[in-house]
T-cell receptor, first 116, second 111 residues
Framework: DAGITQSPRHKVTETGTPVTLRCHQT?????MYWYRQDPGHGLRLIHY???????DKGEVSDGYSVSRSKTEDFLLTLESATSSQTSVYFC???????????????FGPGTRLTVL | QQPVQSPQAVILREGEDAVINCSSS?????VHWYRQKHGEAPVFLMI?????EQKGHDKISASFNEKKQQSSLYLTASQLSYSGTYFC????????????FGTGTRLKVLA
């Protein structure tokens, strides 16, 4: 258990409304990520962060913004939600496995977002 | 651009072997493999690094051909618990911890 939580776990909203998803980690890891998962597309990177206030775009960043003001929190905001943003959103961190010292990604439980 | 995985889906009987391939259009520093059960988050299986180092799972093996920018995951003597969707995650040569995932391979093991 890498100590990653996401909130909310489920959300239904209407087109045009703003939505913020929160990812919280308790392990003090530097790298945090937001992915969306859709059938046929696998996991696609939206944004990632390599430190407080340091973020970079992923493959599908249009329509999304992120903020990281503290090490433990990474927020994903949909400024004006659209139906095409209906998806399952996963937060992840990159941490070092204690067993052999290699990096692996740990994923949060996911947030299912429906935009009507 | 997402790495391409093949096959898209495979059905096995318990005890049979399978190979899942991941092909990238970019030069790679590392490849990760993950398995996701239905309704759950992906779980790390193993990492393959440029230069041949491999770390991770005890019972699943993989290869990484740097020249061809390809990786393969080998599932031998499959068990029912191997069922799920497998993803490769690739990291470019700059080693920036920015991972791009493949489209996934659905694997089902039947008794």
């Amino acid at each position: 258990d890498a100590g990653i939580t996401q909130s909310p776990r489920h959300k239904v909203t209407e087109t045009g409304t703003p939505v913020t998803l929160r990812c919280h980690q308790t392990e003090n890891h530097r790298y945090m990520y937001w992915y969306r998962q859709d059938p046929g597309h696998g996991l696609r990177l939206i944004h990632y962060s390599y430190g407080v206030k340091d973020t970079d775009k992923g493959e599908v960043s249009d329509g999304y913004s992120v903020s990281r003001s503290k090490t433990e929190d990474f927020l994903l905001t949909l400024e004006s939600a659209t139906s095409s943003q209906t998806s399952v959103y996963f937060c992840a961190i990159t941490g070092t496995s204690g067993r052999a010292g290699y990096n692996e990604q740990f994923f949060g439980p996911g947030t299912r977002l429906t935009v009507l | 651009q997402q790495p391409v995985q093949s096959p898209q889906a495979v059905i096995l009987r318990e005890g049979e072997d399978a190979v899942i391939n991941c092909s990238s259009s970019k030069a790679l520093y590392s490849v990760h493999w993950y398995r996701q059960k239905h309704g759950e988050a992906p779980v790390f299986l193993m990492i393959l690094l440029k230069g041949g180092e491999q770390k991770g799972h005890d019972k699943i093996s993989a290869s990484f051909n740097e020249k061809k920018q390809q990786s393969s995951l080998y599932l031998t003597a499959s068990q029912l618990s191997y069922s799920g969707t497998y993803f490769c995650g690739t990291e470019g040569l700059s080693g920036t911890y920015k991972y791009i995932f493949g489209t996934g391979t659905r694997l089902k093991v039947l008794a």
